[in-house]
């Protein structure tokens, strides 16, 4: 047998030494790729740690003058993100009460008619709204509701932005869960002669419960650390506010708000960590639900 | 209904820009909010946007492609997989502000320190940031994909002697090909909307960038930074860039979903 010399082929050698270096090269890149995140956390943490107290969750912001004193009799700055932290549950709440029930409409909705023209656009809407950046539902916000309904800058609007920003995660997760439960356990029920509705509401939906309170918590997951929507709606707010039609804070919002005072800018350590926490906490429970109680058949 | 509405909201409120400046709006470089001179166009934005965003999905090619490479081929089980997988969960939970504070406080200092830049602001380290943010959106769903390359195709080419870089060379990726565009695609859907940590790197001046290390703005960021005091014709302007960034990124998206729906059925 005589290979002709015109067409080179590569030896074994050469071949295995090529798979190494590249599956070598592959593992490092992937891992690099974590150096950013362990960067990040070892930042917030480190900077971070020294102003979360208990005041820091009790106090208000402190305003540009209190910090500068402090700074300058140098003191920790005296404050903390209460009205950060209350914002963001305000908004996060109103928003989660606007988007939950109509996301598992729509959920069951797409489950149960899987085809179907009108399936096939509220689908196409569903791809299409999660795809919006956050800043533009912010402009939608502000043109529903901050002009015509509230009339100046409010949480409300701010909870529409996050709301249409968290619908596509529950609706997906719903249609997703309700999808692989068995169909046995739909015509059991409606056999024993329960109306359609009630076998929606009693039978299937707690059936998927966790997949879908994963899919609703990832969506909050998703939404509590949003600020751009927040600057063109909620605004801000140096109080504590419960009113959902005056402007109000949020934790994303003060951390925005210290970046650009040089005066609190020692702050954004402690609220991003608090932030990142509420996240992480949110993440892992999600994680921890879909765990323990996945719907097996 | 809430498309339609979106949709109608945005173009009825930014039909007065165009009214004032046609397609020029789109193609004016200019933005001057001096009052009786009022010009707006959005073309340093569009530029901006495009180019911080090709960038970012460049320097993050690399990386989420071997994230999706590990996850969905190599170790697709086992310790390290799942150390990987929470690592980019986390990744994907950090909010956008706090990706902004580490570029300022991280990112910014070094590009300094290494000379690229005086100020350390600018389309580099916008992208550089950007490309981390993204490389959950690319790597996941391209994980995905190439997980889902049939096992038989494979096992066919090892039998043949094929060594594992050929199978992803010849095998996997001709496969998954269309899938991990699908992926980069979305993600870069999420880079051009992407808006608090460009805004607080980027440098925001309104001129069209000339080089890597230059400062320059997006269309999102503009936004967030000129929408508060903005009024008449600078508001529609800013509602009309955001009726851009909206059919831009949804063009985007849908045509990443529509490879992805395809491939999953």
């Known amino acids: 047998m005589n290979i002709s010399n015109s067409v080179s082929i590569p030896t074994l050698k050469w071949r295995i ?27 917030l943490i480190k900077k971070g740690y020294k102003q979360v107290s208990l005041s820091f969750f009790t106090e208000v912001a402190p305003d540009t003058m209190e910090a500068m004193m402090a700074k300058v009799n140098n003191e920790i700055i005296p404050g903390g993100i209460a009205n950060g ?73 701010g909870s529409v932005a996050l709301s249409i920003m968290m619908l596509p995660s529950i609706i997906r997760s719903t249609e997703e869960t309700l999808k692989m439960l068995p169909s046995t356990l739909k015509e059991a029920a409606l056999s024993l002669g329960v109306p359609y509705h009630k076998t929606i509401i009693k039978v299937l939906l707690p059936t998927g419960m966790s997949g879908i309170s994963t899919g609703i918590i990832l969506g909050i997951s998703r939404i509590a650390g949003e600020t751009a929507p927040l600057m063109l709606t909620a605004l801000g707010s140096s109080v504590i506010n419960l009113d959902i039609t005056q402007p109000s804070s949020a934790i994303p919002l003060l951390v925005w708000e210290f970046y650009n005072d040089p005066n609190l800018i020692n702050l954004i350590w402690g ?15 999600a994680k921890a639900i879909a765990k323990k109680w996945k719907v097996q058949y | ?14 039909l007065p820009a165009f009214k004032e400046f046609g397609l020029g709006f ?27 965003s090709i960038l970012a999905l460049l320097m993050t090619f690399p990386f989420a492609f071997s994230i999706a490479l590990f996850l969905g081929e190599y170790f697709k089980e086992g310790r390290m997989a799942s150390i990987l997988k929470s690592m980019i969960d986390l990744l994907a939970g950090i909010p956008s502000v706090v990706y902004g504070l580490w570029g300022f406080y991280t990112i910014k200092p070094l590009v300094v320190e290494m000379g690229l830049s005086a100020q350390g602001f600018g389309i580099f380290t916008s992208s550089f940031v950007l490309a981390i943010m993204i490389i959950p959106y690319a790597s996941s769903l391209s994980a995905e994909v190439i997980s889902m390359v049939p096992s038989s195709l494979k096992e066919a080419a090892y039998s043949l002697g094929a060594t594992r870089y050929e199978v992803v060379k010849n095998v996997i990726i001709p496969n998954a090909g269309s899938g991990i565009s699908a992926g980069f695609i979305l993600a870069f859907g999420r880079a051009i909307g992407e808006t608090m940590a460009v805004t607080m790197l980027i440098g925001n001046s309104n001129e069209i960038p000339t080089h890597l290390f230059d400062i320059g703005n997006t269309m999102a960021s503009l936004i967030a930074n000129q929408f508060g005091e903005a009024e008449g014709l600078k508001y529609t302007s800013l509602v009309a860039m955001g009726l851009l960034l909206f059919v831009i990124t949804g063009i985007l998206n849908l045509l990443g979903k529509m490879i992805m729906n395809k491939l999953r059925s």
């Not at chain 1, 590249?22 to 362990?38: D, E, G, K, N, R």
């Not at chain 2, 209904?1 to 930014?14: E, F, P, Q």
């Not at chain 2, 193609?27 to 911080?52: D, H, K, M, Q």
């Open chain 1, 271 to 285: 609220a991003s960590l608090i932030l990142l926490l509420i996240i992480l906490v949110l993440n892992l429970s």
């Open chain 2, 26 to 52: 789109i193609f004016s470089s200019e933005w001057n909010p001096t009052e009786g001179r009022e010009s707006y166009g959005a073309l340093p934005f569009i530029i901006g946007t495009i180019v911080t």
């Open chain 1, 85 to 157: 932290i209350v914002g963001t549950l305000v908004i996060v709440g109103v928003a989660s009460l606007i988007a939950i029930p109509l996301g598992l409409i729509c959920g069951i909705y797409l489950s149960e008619t899987p085809k179907g023209k009108v399936a096939g656009i509220v689908r196409f809407v569903v791809d299409l709204l999660q795809g919006i950046p956050s800043i533009v539902l912010g402009l939608i916000a502000y043109i529903w509701i901050v002009k015509p309904v509230t009339s100046g800058f409010s949480a409300l609007a």
């Open chain 2, 1 to 14: 209904m809430m498309a339609v509405g979106i949709v109608v909201t945005l173009v009825m409120g930014s």
């Open chain 1, 17 to 43: 030494l090529k798979d190494k270096l590249f599956t070598l090269v592959m593992v490092t890149l992937a891992f690099i790729s974590a150096l950013p995140l362990i960067s990040i956390l070892y930042q």
